[in-house]
Every structure is written in C-alpha cells, then in structure tokens.
C-alpha cells in the first residue's frame, strides 16, 4: 500500500501474549524501545513528510481537518503566558483522531500562525502546552534572540526531587525552539526557566502550572528502591503496553517519577524508540508513525491488511515490523516492510513458506491460553522480536522457543534461506530444519518462550562470533502441538508452571564458523512467564548497564554489565507490563554535557 504524501510544511522553528480475552476485546496489541535502530531522520527544522494514513482506500488526509483554536491555558499563573491547543467541538461530537494527518497538520498550522503572531523573545517566549496532543506535558518553547545559547529548566513539584535539564535546541539559526519535558502530570508545578545568550546576559522567569493529570489517569510514581543512584544512566525509562486504563507509553525519570505521557491508542507504542532527531512507532494496530522532538507526528504510514504485534525495527529508513495478516486462519508470522520515505507497506515474509512442514504439525489453540486474540488464528510460531544487522533477520519465535536467522529476507522478491536456529531442536522433528541448530558448547541454561533476542557485536571478537543477549522467561509450554510433542523436549531448566519459576537475563557467545554456541552469563530474575524484555543501555555492547523488565511480576531494574541491581521499580498494571527501555533523549529532548 501507498500513501500520497501531501504538500510539504516547515515545521515550526498484536497484540501481546498473556492478556485476559476481555482485555484484548478492549484493545489490540504490538511493538517497543530499541536503542540506535529505530531512528535515522531529517531535522526538526526540515521539511516534515506528513504522509497521510491510507484506510479502505481513502486518503485520510481529505477527511475535513478539525478546528482547532489557540488560548490560554487556565491554569498556569507566573511571569509569561502559557498556551495550548484545544477543538472546536459541537455539543455531541468527539475530539478527532490524535494520529491522522489532517488533525496533526491543523494542530502544526496553528502553531505556526501563533508564532507569526509577534517577535517571541528571550523575555516574552512563546509556550504551548503539547502543541501537537502526543506527550501530554511536553512545553513547547520558542524565541528568537541575536545569538545562540542554551536553556536550562527546573522542575519542581510536591513530594519529588528537582528535575534540572537542559534543553535539547531545535532552532534552525539563533534563539530557541524545542519542547520542556520534565512537568509531572497532575501535579502542581515550578518551571523555572534561563536562557543563557552566547553573548549577553541570562534572562530567567518562573511558571506554576498545574499539569494536565495522566490521560490514562495512571499513578506518577512507581515504588523505587534505588541502591546506586550515581551508577544510573541519565535519561527516562519508558514503559509501554501496561494493562490498565490505557496504551500509552510512560516516561519515567531515575526517582520513579512520571515525566510525560506519550500517547498511544488501541495498541501500544511497539518498540518505541528514540534515535537521532525522531521516534518511529506504532501508533495504531495497522499504523506506524515518526513523530519529532517537538511531538509531531508528521509521517503517518497504514499498513492495510497487516496487523502490528510485538516489535519493529529500523535501517536506515525502512522498518520491519512484524505483523499478522487480516483475514488469514495464521497469526503473528510475519513481516511487513514500511518504507518511510515513500510509505509503501508490503508483506515481504510468511514464516509458513520458510517452514511448511513446521507450519503442518502445528493447530489453533483450543483453549485461549497464551494467544493473541486481537489477531485470531492459529498462532503456531508466535514472533516476539525481529532484529535486522548486516543484511541478517533474526527472530525470536516463543510459541517454539526458537530463535532463528535467514538470509534473503529483506526483500519480497527473495527467497529466504535458513542460516541456522537456536533451541529446542526435538520440537522441529520432522519438519525438515531439526538439522539446521546449533550445537551446544558444555550445559548451558536452554531458552523457553524467549524475549527480547538481540545479536551484540564487540570488536575484541574473532570474525564469525558474537553474543546473542535476551530475556529467557524460562517457561515451557506449547498450545499449539499435541502434548506428546513437546512435554519432554524442552530445556530441563525450564517452569512448567504460568506463575512460578525463574526467569534470566541470558546471553550466549555464538560462533557462527564452528555452527555452535556456548553460555555466557546468565543472571536470575523475576520470573515472567510472557512478555518482558532485556535492553543494553549506552553503546549497546556487553559492558553497558542494561534495563530488565518482567512484565507479569511488574517490576523493572536498572542493572550494572554484570547483572548486579542499581535501581528497582515496582509497578501496577491489571495483568502485565510489556516492556521497559530507557534513552538519555540527549539531542532530542536534552542537551548532551
């Protein structure tokens, strides 16, 4: 599918396993935080793509753009005016669709026409509160001034520490433009702002601002227990695909403290991540979005008859997301291509032509249990992450506990070859790929219903090897072969039971040229039988921090290389927590040091 793009504008300056069926009748579910993968982009200050979501065949670009007016935000008292961007609505009518082209692009015009309204300066700014709808308590902030220079906040507010940052610049010249995130929703705040010229004096103001509560209205503070703070990475965790009021994904400073809220809608944000100048995501169950450090979501891609689940992954600017197919009796098997330049989506991948004879064995499951209803049928390999480096797609299948790499897969018009899998090859008997595994150097811990499978490259390696790094539920279960099948092939460290087990940060070293693995640490953790996630903080290598989130205990952790705890949080959430990554959001939201 290809969506028109619309004329250009300056910018101014699927579900998840282990849902209960009345949830995933609420909403239907996918994708995550990634570090530098996700990301590449044109500037804040570039011209924004702005291409319109494509549904049953209709531009929704031409659908009538909503009213939008600009006004004063009432409660907002101090030394400047605070603005925000609300609808025109008539007594019965709802407020438009958050991500659609036309209501992001009447919310961007009136932007523009309230900063062509005046010369902003230094001493009379311009602020709007969430300018574009999609962080709730991001303020935007504009002016102009004769030199550059930098702009730090504080935030201060009843019950949490000072949040002092400064703020990342995305002014095209001189002065100022880029969007204060820090404000605790629902909460009474001080922002103190000071804008520091190259040349000149320091021009500071105060706002008290009572911030618009969470939208989900989900708590602002997790329970922490910090043992290391000085050990934390800067930055924010974000937590996407909590099971309660809402999708939205929660940005969560080093305290525990909520920072912002980023907007989700009947799925949550997949793989949601920052990189460069802006984020790509999820923004729907057939939708994926960039949106820019100042909100905006200018490029908005459908993806017609494919489904969003699980996660995403970009090079350059394509990404890969792994999708189910409308209408087919199979789900969550396989990947879709989103070009997001041009906004072309195309299925370039169906597990079942890599293995039919896989595929055959397996049936729907009868009974609910780990499925993913939101895309019905038979879930017979169950895709939970895709990861693609040097022209190799790796997957991580948890219906089989596998984890696979092919070659030629990128492209629809290619063949995909097996280059190996990992696993439990007595599940593949049969099939025509149990000769295809690695082989075990010594007894390492075996994997079962993995997450979050990521190759991590280091340079002291020999060519052909590399570590392989995941979170390993560690729970063993297949619902979609008979019993006889599978009980006896899994790993003998692995749970049988949904509750009790568990689970590890796990990372092999894989030597491709010998066709073997062996372990190479393994750290336990709170147990998760579904869902969860390990993520390589910094440089991504082996000797960064990493976050480890285990989405059924609903509890994440800061952790040191080593997997000893920095920092623990505890979370609430109807049935899980999905994933948990964290970003500095250094030259997108912060400045560096």
Known sequence: MICEQPPRTQTPGPPRDGRSAAEEHRR???????RRSVLAGAGVGAAALALAACRDGEESRTAAAPTVTVSEFPDARGDWTVWSIDYELGADEEAPELYRAATQQARHDALRAKRSERAWSASEPLLVLDPYGTTRTGLYVHFGARTGGKLTFTVSAPSTADFTRTAANHAETTGFEGLVVGLVPGAHNTLTLTWTPDEGESISGEIRLT?????????????????????????????????????????????????????GTDVEEHHFVVEGD??????????????????????????????????????????????????????????????????????????????????????ARSDGGLGDPAATGKDWIHLNTIQVLDGVMYLSSRETSTVIALDGAL?????????????????????????????????????????????????????GQFYLEMFNNNYWYLGTRIAKDWEEAG????????MEGTSHLLRYLVDESAGTYREDLVVDVPYSSVVSNVFRLGTGRIDQNAVVNSGKAKEFSERAADGRILASFRYDASNLGYRVYKDTFEGFWFAGA
């Open 278 to 363: 802006r984020i790509v995501t999820t923004t729907g169950s057939t939708q994926v979005s960039v949106l820019d450090a100042l909100g905006h979501a200018g490029t908005i891609i459908d993806l017609g008859d494919q489904i969003a689940h699980h996660d995403l992954w970009v090079v350059d600017d394509v990404a890969y997301v792994l999708t189910s197919q409308k209408g087919s009796n199979r789900s969550e098997d396989r990947v879709t291509r989103v070009d997001l330049s041009s906004g072309e989506a195309e299925e370039i991948l169906d597990l079942r032509d890599v293995f039919p004879e896989y595929e055959k064995l397996a049936h």
């Open 211 to 263: 911030a618009p509560s969470p939208a989900s209205q989900y708590a602002t503070a997790l329970a922490a227990d910090i043992v290391d703070p000085g050990a934390l990475t800067p930055g924010l965790f974000a937590m996407s695909g909590v099971t309660s009021l809402s999708n939205n994904t929660y940005l969560i400073d080093n305290a525990g403290t909520m920072r912002a809220e980023v907007a």
């Open 28 to 34: 239907s579910r996918g994708p995550r935080l990634r």
């Open 411 to 463: 492209d629809g018009d290619a063949r995909p070859t097996v280059r190996w899998m990992l696993g439990a090859e007595a599940l593949w008997k049969g099939s025509g790929y149990d000769g295809h595994f690695l082989r075990a150097e010594g007894t390492p811990v075996g994997i079962a219903g993995q997450h979050s499978v990521h190759r991590i490259d280091d340079p002291s390696l020999p060519d």
């Open 491 to 498: 790993p003998a460290n692995a749970s049988t039971d949904e």
